[in-house]
């Protein structure tokens, strides 16, 4: 399986890309980090992420790609940038027709450090010891965006799995009609 994992930032987004299935080896296909200046303006700024988080689709052919789920903060302004980056993430994913799951910060440090409140620091050392890296990635948005793909291999594959299977259940068994006896 390979992932796309997106830390998404409207100054900086993290992208990672990870192979790997659960209980084998992970491999660390590619790593690195848009950034956009604060001075451009906001619609040019969207489009860069796009044009970048595009590429690596068409690039990488993620078999999913594993976002940030935008959790609210005391900075409305940090928050805000987070989710419209995370916006322009979902839909290229959806242009190009690559399944999308959004995991939480915690549920990603603990996917990748046992610990849902692990530091940055805690996180990249993982990232780096599991993707068997000579150095952590930086900034930390792109341990964080590998982080994220590590996550979705582990975890999300699995729910995949079941609703795939829950869906071909329904397709495959014929709708009850009439009255129940």
């Known amino acids: 399986m390979r992932v796309l994992g997106i830390d998404p930032g409207l100054t900086r987004c993290g992208l990672g890309v990870v192979d790997g299935n659960v209980g084998r080896a992970l491999t660390m296909v590619a790593v690195d980090t848009v950034r956009t200046p604060p001075d451009l303006p906001l619609a040019q ?21 594993a976002i940030e ?3 609210s903060q005391h900075n409305v302004r940090t928050v805000m940038g987070t989710a419209q980056a995370s916006g322009v993430a979902l839909v290229v994913a959806a242009r190009h027709e690559v ?10 440090k603990a996917a990748v450090t046992g610990n849902g409140r692990a530091d940055k620091s805690q996180v990249a050392a993982m990232v780096t010891r599991l993707l068997r890296l000579t ?5 930390a948005d792109a341990a964080d965006a590998l982080a994220l ?7 999300g594959g699995a729910q995949s799995r079941l609703e795939a299977a829950v869906l071909r259940h329904t397709i495959t068994q014929p709708a009850s009609r009439g009255v129940a006896r």
């Open 149 to 155: 793909a590590i996550c979705h291999i582990w975890r």
């Open 69 to 71: 789920r935008v959790f």
């Open 99 to 108: 399944p999308v799951a959004l995991h939480t910060p915690s549920e990603v």
């Open 45 to 65: 700024r969207l489009l860069a992420i796009e044009g970048a988080v595009a590429a690596w689709v068409e690039r990488f052919e993620p078999d999913a790609v």
């Open 135 to 139: 150095e952590a990635p930086r900034p």
